[in-house]
């Protein structure tokens, strides 16, 4: 089925995409993600500009295939362009963040999966360059069991592929000096710490727990801030967490790959 500007206006809007279109839920566990926006008068009008990013996703998600850790490629099309793919069952990472307490054995299940969300892509080539709470998905895909998906790849680099989607982490999800701030397998990596972080605390690094930023001026605020302090290698204390260890290392540049601290990862699992 083709979805025209005409006929999304009767789906619902779930919500924004960063800055490069609008989800839609079309059907029973499908979204389409459109590079398009809505005016002030409610019509929805495509965004031409952003279209390069859903061509390398699609080319990406392509590669990336039909795998559990990762938000699945129904379809494309061209007009107004967009994705097809799978819903998420329970919403994002995120939202379960601001809600409130997760329990411990989901922490130590979500620490592990979204590990090897970044050692599937890596293996495949991919670098995701924008990994935090946002971009990972819930999803029950067996009955009573929550599982982690890494979605959004539309700032992603992929050599092979020839595709530099000229993405970057965002302030708490990345070094401030990275060398040129061209997106390596490292800099999946330290935001990969942020995000371990984040999941076993509820908040992101250098923030008091709330979810939501109130205003902007309290966004730039706290980029200011997190930037600084990561500048100065000042990151939070994470010797009494779960998994601590592994979230200094990934800060620290201490792995030279995920699947090192997926190693370590399963290690301590099998002790917890």
Known sequence: MEYNLDTLQQYEQLSSVGSTGILFRVGKARIFKAAVCILRDQQIQPRPTVEKHYVAEEKILTRLGNHPRVVRLLGRQTTPRGLLLAEASHGGLQQYLNNGDVP???????????I?????????GVIHSDLRPDNF?????????LDL???DFGGSVCEDLDIDGEGLPDAGFSQPDDQDNIPTP??????????????????WPHREPGGLFRSQEEKEKYENQVNDLFRRREFPDVKDLYGGDIIARCWTRAYGTAADALRDANSIAKTS
């Open 186 to 203: 490292s800099t999946d990596l330290f935001s990969l710490g942020s995000v371990l972080y984040a999941i076993v605390t509820g908040h």
């Open 149 to 151: 998906l890494l979605c």
């Open 137 to 145: 998905l819930i999803h029950e895909a067996s009955p009573g069991t």
């Open 104 to 114: 411990h054995p989901l922490q130590q299940r979500w620490f592990q999966q979204a």
């Open 116 to 124: 090897e969300c970044v050692v599937y892509i890596h293996s495949k």
